[in-house]
C-alpha cells in the first residue's frame, strides 16, 4: 500500500489526464458490446456537450489543484485531522479509511445537498438533464458544480487529514467508479446486485437517473453504496422502467446545447411534466 500512495503522491497531470481518456475509451467500446438500452443516437454528437463538460471540470480542478496540495501537506506536517488522531492504525486501514470517508464528505454529502437547495439543484440539473446516460455523461457538470465538489472535498482533506496520495488515489478511484456507473452497460443482475452491496454499481445508479422522484432523490453514491444504506437514500427499480432526465426540463434538443445547459442555473423552475 506504501507503493501505492507513493505513486499517487508522484502522479503527474499527464498521467491523471491518461485514467481520464483511458476509463472513457474503456467502458465508451463495452458499451458497443453490451448494451443496457440500445439508444436511437449518433453516439459522438451526443459525447459533444458531455465532453465540453468534462474539459471545464478538468479546467476548474487543475486550477485550483494547489489549494489541495497545500492544504494536504500542512495537515500532514502539523498532524491534522481526524485520522491523524489514530496513528497507532495499520497503514492500510489509515488509507481505506481516508477514501471511504472522502468518498462522505467530497461525493455524498455535496450530491445529497445539490438535490435539496433550489439554486444548487438547477446547478446539478445540467448533469441529470442527459437523455441517454452513457459513460460520458460521468463528468457532464456545470462549471459551478465542479467548483462546489473541489470546495466540499478540500474541507474532507482538512477533516480527516488526508495526505495528497490519499487524496489522488481517491480522486482517480473516483473518477473511474463514476464512468463505471454511468456507463451504458448491461450487467448479469446477480452480478450488479453483489456489487451494489459494496460500491455503486451500473444499475444502482442509474435509478438516480430516472425522470421523476422519488428515485431522483435516492443512490447519491459515487464510489460505496454504504452511504446510500446507511442514511436511508437507497432505492431500486427495474432498469427497463427508467427513463432518463428531469421532468421539469425534458426538452431533449435544449439539453443537448452547451449554451442551454451553461445558463441552465439561471433559468426559471418549471412545472413536473404531467404523467
Not at 37 to 45: I, Q, R, S, T
Amino acid at each position: 500500500m506504501e507503493d501505492i500512495i507513493y505513486l499517487f503522491e508522484n502522479i503527474t497531470s499527464f498521467q491523471r489526464s491518461i485514467i481520464l481518456v483511458g476509463g472513457i475509451t474503456f467502458f465508451w467500446s463495452i458499451e458497443s458490446i453490451i448494451p443496457l438500452f440500445n439508444f436511437n443516437y449518433k453516439k459522438l454528437k451526443h459525447a459533444i456537450p458531455n465532453f465540453f463538460f468534462t474539459l471545464t471540470t478538468i479546467i476548474v480542478n487543475f486550477s485550483l489543484a494547489f489549494l489541495l496540495l497545500n492544504s494536504a501537506d500542512w495537515v500532514v506536517a502539523n498532524n491534522f485531522g481526524l485520522l491523524n488522531w489514530f496513528d497507532s492504525i495499520p497503514f492500510v486501514i489509515h488509507v481505506l479509511l481516508g477514501i471511504l470517508l472522502l468518498d462522505l464528505i467530497g461525493a455524498y454529502l455535496p450530491h445529497y445537498i445539490q438535490h435539496k437547495i433550489k439554486f444548487l439543484w438547477k446547478i446539478h440539473l445540467v448533469h441529470h438533464s442527459d437523455h441517454n446516460v452513457d459513460t460520458t455523461t460521468a463528468n457532464r457538470h456545470h462549471p459551478f458544480e465542479s467548483v462546489i465538489r473541489f470546495i466540499f472535498t478540500l474541507i474532507g482533506v482538512i477533516v480527516l487529514g488526508t495526505s495528497i496520495g490519499i487524496v489522488f488515489l481517491y480522486q482517480s478511484i473516483s473518477l473511474v467508479l463514476s464512468q463505471f456507473n454511468h456507463a451504458n452497460i448491461k450487467l448479469p443482475s446477480s452480478i450488479d446486485k453483489i456489487l451494489s452491496y459494496i460500491i455503486v454499481s451500473p444499475n444502482m445508479h442509474k435509478v438516480h437517473h430516472h425522470y421523476v422522484m422519488p428515485y431522483t432523490d435516492s443512490n447519491y453514491g459515487n464510489i460505496f453504496s454504504v452511504w446510500d444504506r446507511l442514511f436511508g437514500t437507497h432505492m431500486n427499480l427495474e432498469p427497463s422502467k427508467i427513463i432518463y432526465g428531469v421532468d421539469t426540463f425534458f426538452e431533449k434538443e435544449k439539453n443537448e446545447k452547451i449554451n442551454s445547459l451553461l445558463y441552465r442555473p439561471f433559468e426559471k423552475s418549471r412545472s413536473p411534466l404531467k404523467k
